[in-house]
């Protein structure tokens, strides 16, 4: 059975009431990608961009992350992981599902 890129965000699991947020360096640590190419999957869609905690601070939340390469282990097609990346983005911005 294949699953869509809303139902896969569905069966994650809930964050934490506090959520992690991965500073750039631990995302190259837990993706295995580079600088460049961290900024060039945001540019391309195959990445959500990252969170701004400050003037010159940003990460991103550590559940995007691990959906993302979940989905990368599984084979997904880039426009898969697109539309993954797009609903990861959408329940940012909602809050959330708590």
Known sequence: MTLTASQYVASLPKPPAVST???RPQVEFETGLSRSAVYQRVQDGLFPHPVKLGLRA????AR????INEARIAGWPDAK???LVLELVAQRTAGGAR
């Open 58 to 61: 940003s990460g991103w939340p």
């Open 64 to 67: 995007e992350v691990a959906a």
């Open 21 to 23: 947020i991965l500073r």
């Open 81 to 83: 992981i697109r539309a």
